[in-house]
């Protein structure tokens, strides 16, 4: 493949990634808060609620802003795929895979991009490419 043709695949699915979290962390955070957040959560009966709506708030919201710009790409990556899979193992691991029925597809969808971008790297339109040249090159 070449690589316009790779980087642009990569931004593309770097930032619908990054929305899509982004979104759901501003849900958790903002529009629901933390406090409603926290009562789902127990409901579910995810230990620590409180701390666990907090940490999958700022990991969706904050790494999804970071996924956008390119930032910080394989830390973003491997703390969405740790908490995918803590809500695959404690939410949605009995129900199927349709979302509709309580089912892991949207997390696992996640979790896939996730993947795909600590295997891939964010491609050479980001922040994590721009800094990585910058120490390449020799100081004058």
């Known amino acids: 493949m ?3 043709v790779r980087d642009i695949a990569l931004l593309l699915g770097r930032v619908l990634l ?3 979290l982004v979104a759901h962390g501003w849900d958790k955070l903002v529009d629901q808060g933390v406090p409603a957040t926290a009562d789902f959560f127990a409901s579910l009966g995810i230990p620590a609620p409180e701390v666990a709506a907090v ?5 969706e ?30 939410v949605h691991l009995g129900n199927g895979v ?4 309580g089912g892991w597809e949207l ?13 891939a790297g964010p491609g050479r ?4 490419h721009l800094v990585a040249g910058r120490r390449s090159r020799p100081r004058r």
Do not use: C, K, Y
């Open 2 to 4: 070449p690589a316009p």
């Open 18 to 20: 990054g929305v899509v």
């Open 55 to 59: 940490v999958a708030g700022v990991v």
């Open 61 to 90: 919201l904050g790494g999804g802003a970071l996924l956008v710009l390119g930032a910080a790409t394989s830390v973003v990556s491997v703390l969405v795929v740790v908490q995918m899979a803590v809500a695959f193992w404690l």
């Open 98 to 101: 349709f979302v509709a029925d």
């Open 107 to 119: 997390v696992g969808v996640i979790a896939a991009g996730a993947l795909v971008l600590l295997g």
């Open 125 to 128: 339109a980001s922040l994590d």
